[in-house]
Nanobody
Framework: VQVAESGGGLVQAGGSLRLSCTAS????????MGWFRQATGKAREFVAV????????SVAASVKGRFTITRDNTKNTTYLQMNSLKPEDTAVYYC?????????????????WGQGTQVTVSS
């Protein structure tokens, strides 16, 4: 399975961006897809996850009410809609897919990772 993100960029505080992530290869093995982010000098942290068949989802407390995760199974694609962006949301955002867990919220629950896309929020 390969995953590839797109949609990052530069936005002003209060603005919005939508990230996309498409899985290819043996995508039928995927149980869930998630998003993580890593700011400069900080550890990679969980942002959101969605289960592939039932659409259950979970988002981190730091982005709840501002970020929404959705999926389109027909396109093997997950989306992260980010609204009311803040400078502290600036990070490289990584998409990940899991065939080993149901709704993982930590890094070990994922076995496929994208290369990341930069999101920069200016104040």
């Amino acid at each position: 399975v390969q995953v590839a993100e797109s949609g990052g960029g530069l936005v002003q505080a209060g603005g919005s961006l939508r990230l996309s992530c498409t899985a290819s290869g043996r995508a039928s093995n995927i149980n869930a897809m998630g998003w993580f982010r890593q700011a400069t000098g900080k550890a990679r942290e969980f942002v959101a996850v969605i289960s592939w068949t039932q659409g259950f989802n979970s988002v981190a407390a730091s982005v709840k009410g501002r970020f929404t995760i959705t999926r389109d199974n027909t396109k093997n694609t997950t989306y992260l809609q980010m609204n009311s962006l803040k400078p502290e949301d600036t990070a490289v955002y990584y998409c990940a897919a899991s065939s080993i867990a149901t709704l993982p919220v930590s890094l070990p629950g994922y076995n496929y990772w994208g290369q990341g896309t930069q999101v920069t929020v200016s104040s």
